[in-house]
């Protein structure tokens, strides 16, 4: 990896509905990541963390939301989101890895 543990790299793991429903049908997993990590560098550590194959990583950038605080307005960070699809009959259980 570019200098990164696989710890650091995968940030958490996105839990929504649209996540759950893309983990049912297509056998895709969603990841917040370091903004710095590759494709390459996300497709080591899932496979590292989870002992899984992976087939496809995609990824992209998500712009921080603009915030009001009172008056003031904020800017939440941007932060980087990968969608990981695995291998058939590979399979990721995500309840037990957050406990």
Known sequence: MSGLHAFSVIVRPLLTERS??????????VFETDR???KTDIRRAVEELFKVRVERVRTMNVQGKTRRYGRNTGQRPDWKK???????????DLADQTA
């Open 20 to 29: 759950t429903i893309m983990k049912e049908k297509y056998n895709q997993y």
């Open 36 to 38: 710095a990590a590759t």
């Open 82 to 92: 990968a969608i990981v699809t695995l291998e058939k009959g590979q399979k990721i």
